[in-house]
Nanobody, 121 residues
């Protein structure tokens, strides 16, 4: 019953934008921090962004600061990742995950299946 489902990925040109969605079911998302991660071909998984539930604090990797924005819609039980000014190096499978805690941590217990983002001309 507990599920995280990512959506919104696709093919975009460099400089374009996408909005990824992380929809939760089987639990109430607004009690927990949600993180976005990505894994590109041949590379290790890396953290992209995170939003806490306690105070709404956000985290962004240096590589995406100023371009990506994480937000939460508690009514829809969904967390979004707005991606602007996309670069080819942003190409990856993007995953959302939760540590089942209020704060962003290094331990994420539950993961979605991922959505592919491809940035190419």
């Amino acid at each position: 019953q507990v599920q995280l489902v990512e959506s919104g990925g696709g093919l975009v040109q460099p400089g374009g934008s996408l909005r990824l969605s992380c929809a939760a079911s089987g639990f109430t998302l607004d009690y927990f921090a949600i993180g976005w991660f990505r894994q590109a071909p041949g590379k290790e998984r890396e953290g992209v962004s995170c939003i806490s539930s306690s105070d709404g604090s956000t985290y962004y990797a240096d590589s995406v600061k100023g371009r990506f924005t994480i937000s939460r819609d508690n009514v829809k039980n969904t967390v979004y990742l707005h991606m602007n000014s996309l670069k080819p190096e942003d190409t990856a499978v993007y995953y959302c995950a939760t540590p089942f805690e209020e704060l962003c941590t290094d331990e994420y217990d539950y993961w979605g299946q991922g959505t592919q983002v491809t940035v190419s001309s």
